[in-house]
């Protein structure tokens, strides 16, 4: 009982202060209280370990990671770079301008959106553990069946939301191109894809995520000696649970990087949008 008594008066005394900051609602403050909410999990994480002796091999502290961290530099670089930079954001590159392409030539073409969008419904609802280890024996164990695994979890979010950006003008738009005699293709330029940014944006921002996850779950199914998923499973194996957590703190600001960037270029590409003017 006495252990509770730091982590409920620590808790408490960064919920009232961010409650407090929380009512100026400026940038500073949120920034504020999103920081210190987080630095305040790291340490009750960190007293929770500590003060209930929790093996690593259930739950290691968040400085038991850090030191993993810096013990494995070059490891984990290694690891990155085979899994986020070949397979993650070659499969999301792929993926997303394959989605793009199909899509424009379905909204060209009803019978295409007949045939290809219950295809592409039917591939995206298959299960990843099920295509990873088909892929994988397709195109080999390095980095390029994982892009093809990613590509396919790509796909389809965006297709989805590429069509429905194209059909998203109304008619006074298209009598307006209409009127000044514009073909498909300059209609498509000047109305069409400038209109229909915002839904791809949506579709590239969700598939930042899923490229990430398809590019590890395919790595435990076959794997060069090195690669985030590949270290994962074997670090579990070797009971290095510190590893484990150094890898997945690695995927996840990688993550939040990535997402982050894809929503700047969205700020920058769709400066007109009504929604950021507020």
């Not at 490891?75 to 989605?99: E, N, P, R």
């Not at 839904?199 to 199914?221: D, H, P, R």
């Amino acid at each position: 009982m006495t252990n509770a008594v730091p982590i409920l008066a620590l808790w408490l005394g960064t919920w009232g202060l961010n409650a407090w900051l929380a009512r100026f609602d400026t940038r500073a403050t949120r920034f504020l209280v999103a920081l210190i909410f987080g630095l305040t999990m790291l340490i009750l994480w960190e007293m929770i370990v500590r003060l209930y002796d929790v093996p690593s091999v259930i739950l290691p502290a968040p400085s038991q990671i850090a030191d993993s961290i810096a013990d494995h530099p070059r490891l984990l670089w290694g690891d990155f770079v085979q899994t986020i930079l070949k397979g993650a954001l070659s499969g999301w590159i792929m993926g997303a301008g394959a989605a793009v392409i199909v899509a424009i030539l379905i909204d060209r073409s009803p019978f295409l959106q007949r045939g290809l969008l219950p295809v592409g419904n039917f591939v995206a609802a298959l299960p990843i553990v099920g295509i990873a280890p088909i892929l994988v024996m397709w195109f080999g164990f390095d980095w390029q069946s994982k892009a093809a695994v990613v590509v396919v979890m790509v796909f389809f979010p965006v297709l989805v939301n590429m069509i429905a950006g194209l059909a998203d003008t109304n008619a006074l738009q298209r009598d307006q191109m209409a009127t000044w005699s514009a073909g498909y293709w300059q209609s498509l330029l000047k109305l069409r894809l400038p209109a229909a940014m915002p839904f791809l944006f949506n579709g590239l921002k969700i598939t930042t995520t899923l490229a990430l996850i398809g590019a590890i779950v395919a790595e435990f199914f076959g794997s060069p000696t090195h690669g985030m998923g590949f270290r994962i499973s074997t670090a579990v194996g070797q009971l290095d649970l510190p590893l484990v957590w150094a890898e997945i703190v690695v995927a996840a600001i990688a993550g939040s990087l990535f997402y982050g960037i894809v929503a700047l270029v969205e700020r920058r590409v769709t400066f007109w949008h009504p929604s950021r003017r507020t």
